[in-house]
């Protein structure tokens, strides 16, 4: 199951990339893999924006912009300027 | 919450994970609120005094530790766990489920046993400690405010500040020998392992998604497979998180199908009563459907925008209630409910991207855009030919 196509904000930096694999290990949609000793994008309709792989990357060759693929968390945070789920607690997923 | 009192009345099937009963136990009859009364107030004065854990039904007794004593917690789920689980699964007192933030020790460990990060949910707990069935190991339950793994992460209360701020008030450097800790790959968005370390000297050992992979992680040394470190979201994972967002939208399902009935029912003669089942009915069935049987179907129907695969599903309501004249006595009235199914299912459809485990914010924000503003179109049309239909 894939939401839209190209629309993540997740970007690459390969000429900062060591490799690490450490993007491969957290991310829970196999956005990446490694391959000559650098990190791929191979999978990016797949990438969710958790920001896993950024606050993990090592040399900070990731970047994305986070939030939560959440319909009623976006009304939410245009009606109440707060980016709360209305499934808050403990739902959600 | 409400557990303390309730622990007392417990006699059956779980006794055997309660080991933590007091001598005088024996003469706790049922129902004579004078004993019982006394129990609780004893209770809390021994929390006040000693600061001792809240006792629970899941704690089988205690394990010592160079630091005090710390809870030792059953692995086996009693009836109470699952009926507390179902309760949750149809949003009963789903904010309070909740357990306290601390060490927990599962088994017999030792200083060399395995430490888990979990979060206080007691849902992520409940799924935790029943994987680790014939495993000793620590349990460190972090403060995520009661919300489960993912969703905390994606808040950063399940994360790198907590771990570190958990860690040291538990001790844990003095409880175990090694410097390792197990955190679940669906923490990892509020986790950065290198912080962790810097912070706390523990390294971060990302597990997989799912605790019942974890003791196939152990025996792997550690190792993630692929297929543990991928979400799925299969057709059992969406059943199960189908009541909740149904209970959600049910209040507001209900003013509607009153809204309609209302409106629908001016007519030149006063207020008609005729069209009151099918206005209920109707909404009800573009709830369930939107709610419930999208989701179900999620794969299967085509097209990847969550509103689009509701606005199918609508419009084939449509066309089997229509040829069953179900949806109006008029053509006008049918297609302004055509209108308004559409709009319902539609809309409870993407408000299912929430619940899913693979849509993103600019694709949410990508569909939103265009769907809301038609599906406000569709519903104040629908509206207005359900109220001219009336007035014919």
Redesign the interface.
């Given at each position: 199951?894939?939401?839209?196509?190209n629309?993540?904000?997740l970007k690459l930096d390969q000429e900062a990339c060591t490799g690490c694999g450490?993007c491969v290990?957290?991310?829970?949609?196999?956005v990446f893999a490694i391959a000559d000793n650098k990190a791929h994008i191979i999978d990016l309709d797949?990438?969710?924006?958790?920001?896993?792989c950024a606050?993990?990357c090592?040399v900070t060759a990731l970047s994305v912009?986070?939030?939560?693929?959440?319909?009623?968390?976006?009304?939410n945070g245009i009606f109440n300027g707060s980016g709360e789920?209305?499934?808050?607690?403990?739902?959600?997923? | 919450m409400g557990n303390r009192g309730e622990l007392w009345e417990k006699r059956g099937s779980n006794q055997r994970h309660l080991s933590l009963t007091y001598p005088w136990d024996r003469f706790a009859i049922r129902g004579i609120p004078f004993i019982t009364t006394l129990r609780k107030r004893y209770e809390r004065l021994l929390l006040q005094k000693n600061c001792a854990p809240k006792r629970e039904p899941w704690m089988t007794g205690e394990t010592e530790t160079p630091v005090g004593n710390v809870p030792t917690v059953g692995t086996i789920l009693t009836s109470r766990d699952r009926r507390g689980a179902l309760k949750?699964r149809f949003a009963i007192g789903?904010?309070d489920?909740t357990v306290d933030p601390g060490l927990y020790a599962i088994g017999s460990p030792t200083p060399a046993s395995p430490v888990f990060v979990s979060a206080n949910?007691k849902?992520s707990f409940d799924y935790l400690r029943c994987a680790l069935d014939d495993t000793d190991g620590w349990v460190l339950v972090l403060d995520t405010?009661?919300?489960?793994v993912?969703?905390a992460?994606?808040k950063g209360t399940f994360g790198t500040e907590e771990i570190v701020n958990r860690v040291s008030k538990t001790q844990l450097d003095q409880i175990v020998s090694h410097r390792k800790l197990i955190v679940p790959?669906?923490g990892?968005?509020?986790?950065?392992?290198?912080e962790v370390a810097k912070q706390s000297g523990f390294r971060v050992l990302?597990g997989p998604?799912r605790a019942e992979d974890l003791p196939a992680f152990l025996a792997a040394n550690f190792k993630?497979t692929?297929a543990m470190?991928?979400?799925r979201?299969t057709l059992r994972d969406r059943i199960d998180?189908i009541p909740?967002?149904l209970i959600?939208w049910f209040k507001q399902a209900l003013g509607l199908a009153i809204a309609l009935a209302l409106l629908g029912g001016i007519s030149r003669n006063g207020l008609s009563v005729d069209g009151t089942p099918r206005a209920f009915g109707l909404v009800f069935i573009g709830w369930l459907t939107g709610g419930a049987i999208v989701p179900m179907l999620?794969?299967r129907i085509p097209g990847?925008?969550?509103a689009l695969k509701g606005l199918w599903a609508g419009l084939v309501l449509w066309a089997v209630l229509g040829t069953a004249k179900l949806m109006g006595p008029t053509n006008l009235i049918e297609g302004g409910w055509g209108l308004m199914l559409m709009a319902i299912v539609s809309f409870m459809a993407?408000?299912f991207?929430?619940?899913?485990?693979?849509?993103?914010?600019?694709?949410?924000?990508?569909?939103?855009k265009i769907a809301?503003p038609l599906q406000l179109i569709a519903a104040i049309a629908g509206t207005l030919c359900i109220v001219l239909g009336g007035l014919k």
């Amino acid at each position: 199951m894939k939401h839209l196509k190209n629309v993540a904000t997740l970007k690459l930096d390969q000429e900062a990339c060591t490799g690490c694999g450490l993007c491969v290990a957290v991310c829970p949609h196999e956005v990446f893999a490694i391959a000559d000793n650098k990190a791929h994008i191979i999978d990016l309709d797949a990438c969710m924006e958790c920001g896993a792989c950024a606050g993990n990357c090592p040399v900070t060759a990731l970047s994305v912009k986070t939030g939560v693929g959440c319909a009623s968390g976006i009304l939410n945070g245009i009606f109440n300027g707060s980016g709360e789920c209305s499934c808050d607690k403990g739902g959600c997923a | 919450m409400g557990n303390r009192g309730e622990l007392w009345e417990k006699r059956g099937s779980n006794q055997r994970h309660l080991s933590l009963t007091y001598p005088w136990d024996r003469f706790a009859i049922r129902g004579i609120p004078f004993i019982t009364t006394l129990r609780k107030r004893y209770e809390r004065l021994l929390l006040q005094k000693n600061c001792a854990p809240k006792r629970e039904p899941w704690m089988t007794g205690e394990t010592e530790t160079p630091v005090g004593n710390v809870p030792t917690v059953g692995t086996i789920l009693t009836s109470r766990d699952r009926r507390g689980a179902l309760k949750v699964r149809f949003a009963i007192g789903r904010h309070d489920y909740t357990v306290d933030p601390g060490l927990y020790a599962i088994g017999s460990p030792t200083p060399a046993s395995p430490v888990f990060v979990s979060a206080n949910y007691k849902l992520s707990f409940d799924y935790l400690r029943c994987a680790l069935d014939d495993t000793d190991g620590w349990v460190l339950v972090l403060d995520t405010q009661g919300i489960n793994v993912w969703c905390a992460a994606g808040k950063g209360t399940f994360g790198t500040e907590e771990i570190v701020n958990r860690v040291s008030k538990t001790q844990l450097d003095q409880i175990v020998s090694h410097r390792k800790l197990i955190v679940p790959q669906l923490g990892t968005p509020g986790v950065s392992a290198t912080e962790v370390a810097k912070q706390s000297g523990f390294r971060v050992l990302y597990g997989p998604v799912r605790a019942e992979d974890l003791p196939a992680f152990l025996a792997a040394n550690f190792k993630a497979t692929p297929a543990m470190r991928r979400v799925r979201f299969t057709l059992r994972d969406r059943i199960d998180v189908i009541p909740v967002e149904l209970i959600i939208w049910f209040k507001q399902a209900l003013g509607l199908a009153i809204a309609l009935a209302l409106l629908g029912g001016i007519s030149r003669n006063g207020l008609s009563v005729d069209g009151t089942p099918r206005a209920f009915g109707l909404v009800f069935i573009g709830w369930l459907t939107g709610g419930a049987i999208v989701p179900m179907l999620l794969p299967r129907i085509p097209g990847r925008s969550f509103a689009l695969k509701g606005l199918w599903a609508g419009l084939v309501l449509w066309a089997v209630l229509g040829t069953a004249k179900l949806m109006g006595p008029t053509n006008l009235i049918e297609g302004g409910w055509g209108l308004m199914l559409m709009a319902i299912v539609s809309f409870m459809a993407l408000n299912f991207t929430g619940t899913s485990t693979y849509t993103s914010m600019s694709g949410v924000k990508k569909e939103m855009k265009i769907a809301i503003p038609l599906q406000l179109i569709a519903a104040i049309a629908g509206t207005l030919c359900i109220v001219l239909g009336g007035l014919k």
